[in-house]
T-cell receptor
Framework: AQSVSQHNHHVILSEAASLELGCNYS??????LFWYVQYPGQHLQLLLKYFSGDPLVKGIKGFEAEFIKSKFSFNLRKPSVQWSDTAEYFC??????????FGKGTHLIIQP | DTGVSQDPRHKITKRGQNVTFRCDPI?????LYWYRQTLGQGPEFLTY????????KSRLLSDRFSAERPKGSFSTLEIQRTEQGDSAMYLC???????????????FGQGTRLTVV
């Protein structure tokens, strides 16, 4: 069965700090990996996705993620966070007929 | 707004009552998904439609739950004889899901928050 593990449930950073959120997965099929973000009061939005090719994926708002197959990881990074990045971040794997399997999420708070 | 629309946004019901939620996907999307999200958890897959055909159901979808997409456009999710454990946010998502391609980005609605008292 597919599963996703997000290591940090709550992260508090100051503005301009660097961010890395961990995500490990297990999945038996073709790996499709996603990071979604949910800002307060808003719906889930796609930050970035990996299907194949270059393992370093760039997304919106300066986020990027690196797929490391040997480590079954897809960590999310941003070199300098802003107060507006305060949100819930979800890593997900799978898709299509299997639907997506999400991690439990990381609640990120950026202090001004 | 041309995004995924869900109605109602909030529903409070007494235990044992039936409830029905509606989802209107993005108009050209032929795939539609239902997810459930409880506090402190990520969304959990419930079921999936390709046009009007329900192609996959999670084990989470007990026989009290039924979903339909009669004309391949909007979808409804009904919960019969609601229980307190059904309290959650119910999310709908849609995607183009073209055959033969990798799974395409899903767009999520804002969800229906169900509270069973």
């Amino acid at each position: 069965a597919q599963s996703v593990s997000q290591h940090n449930h709550h992260v508090i950073l100051s503005e301009a700090a660097s961010l890395e959120l961990g995500c490990n997965y297990s999945y038996g099929g073709t790996v499709n990996l996603f990071w979604y973000v949910q800002y307060p009061g808003q719906h889930l939005q796609l930050l970035l996705k990996y299907f194949s090719g270059d393992p370093l994926v760039k997304g919106i708002k300066g986020f990027e993620a690196e797929f490391i197959k040997s480590k079954f990881s897809f960590n999310l990074r941003k070199p300098s966070v802003q107060w507006s990045d305060t949100a819930e971040y979800f890593c997900a794997v799978g898709g299509g007929a299997d639907g997506l399997t999400f991690g439990k999420g990381t609640h990120l708070i950026i202090q001004p | 707004d041309t995004g995924v629309s869900q109605d109602p946004r909030h529903k409070i019901t007494k235990r044992g009552q039936n409830v029905t939620f509606r989802c209107d996907p993005i108009s050209e999307h032929n795939r539609l998904y239902w997810y459930r999200q409880t506090l402190g958890q990520g969304p959990e897959f419930l079921t999936y439609f390709q046009n009007e055909a329900q192609l996959e159901k999670s084990r989470l979808l007990s026989d009290r739950f039924s979903a339909e997409r009669p004309k391949g456009s909007f979808s409804t999710l009904e919960i019969q004889r609601t229980e307190q454990g059904d309290s959650a946010m119910y999310l709908c998502a849609s995607s183009t899901g073209l055959t033969g391609l990798n799974w395409i980005e899903a767009f999520f609605g804002q969800g229906t928050r169900l509270t069973v008292v």
